[in-house]
């Protein structure tokens, strides 16, 4: 999962982006309300993590061209003002909820699998290729009974290849989905994961699950 946080003090965007990063997510900081836009523009999140107080342009505004853009992207808002008129605010201008500063990490980390949980068109929560299963919820995966153990970015990958089933994935569309925009382009660390996962989903099973699409990219699905 790949969230957008668009935070501009910089000590909380780290420690946002330190704690997603630990969760398991791939994540990208935007420091003003213009980055943001560029940002959305140009890679597909799953959640915005969105601070309404902003320079260049505010939460609120960077909200609504959004959702005028037609994006449907779970919106989550920070912010440290606590009226009510605020919260109607925001969530008048499109976003999905609201977060008051300070806040615990873990209501965040609440917060963002209940909005990652909510259908937008629908979006089971286990998943299921051949015999090869992965619940969601609690990040559990197993094949023909048998529990696989993954690390975070070996489930992102799983997640991703196994939520577009049957699908080419390029491997510059896996990158930009599971790392950020940190990521290399020119290293081979999609292949390097696609290996890895290759030997917990597939060694000791038949059918082989993950295909290489040669010129193109990596897909899940059972060989016919």
Known sequence: MRILVVEDEPKIASFIKRGLEEEGYAVDVAGDGESALDYAESAQYDLLILDIMLPKRDGISVCQELRMRGLKTPILMLTARDTVDDRVEGLDAGAD????????????????????????????????????????????????????????????????????????????????????????????????????????????????????????????????
């Open 97 to 224: 909820d609201y977060l008051v500063k300070p806040f615990a990490f873990k209501e965040l980390l609440a917060r963002i699998r209940a909005l990652l949980r909510r259908p937008r068109e629908v979006t089971p929560t286990r998943l299921k290729v051949g015999d090869l299963i992965l619940d969601t919820a609690t990040q559990r995966a197993e094949r023909g009974g048998r529990v696989i153990d993954l690390t975070l970015r070996e489930y992102a990958l799983l997640e991703l290849l196994m939520r577009h089933k049957g699908q080419v994935l390029s491997r510059t569309q896996i990158a930009e989905h599971v790392w950020n925009f940190d990521f290399y382009s020119e290293s081979n660390i999609v292949d390097v994961y696609i290996r890895y996962l290759r030997l917990k989903v597939d060694a000791d099973f038949e059918p082989k699950l993950i295909q290489t699409v040669r010129g193109v990219g990596y897909k899940i699905g059972e060989a016919r």
